[in-house]
């Protein structure tokens, strides 16, 4: 059973920085691509980044520059280093493997 917990979201002034987790199980973040998504509330949900198996990586213009993906293989982990945040990145956070998803860690960025 493939299952990813995300953690690591929670409130942050404008300009401070912080680093999600997603720790996954029933599959290998080293084989598979991931991916991070974002949920602004009352919005859609949108695709922010991605760490392919080969460990390419690929952002959205939104947050590309700010923020970076990386794979921790030993822990099965895969982590969203935030930096520079600014309210609009305001949402709640997932993992997803394309076919499996968390339940998402809620990030607030404000004064």
């Known amino acids: 059973q493939v299952q990813f917990v995300e953690s690591g979201g929670g409130l942050v002034q404008p300009g401070g920085s912080l680093r999600l987790s997603c720790a996954a199980s029933?599959?290998?973040?080293?084989?598979?691509?991931m991916l991070w998504y974002r949920q602004p509330p009352g919005n859609q949900r949108d695709w922010i980044a991605t760490?392919?198996?080969?460990?390419?990586?690929f952002y959205s213009d939104a947050v590309k520059g700010r923020f970076t993906i990386v794979r921790d293989s030993l822990n099965n982990t895969v982590h969203l280093h935030m930096e520079n945040l600014k309210p609009e990145d305001s949402a709640v956070y997932y993992c997803?493997?394309?076919?499996?998803w968390g339940k998402g860690t809620l990030v607030i960025v404000s004064p």
């Open positions: 997803s493997s394309g076919a499996f």
């Open positions: 760490i392919t198996g080969g460990g390419n990586t």
């Open positions: 029933g599959i290998s973040v080293s084989i598979s691509p």
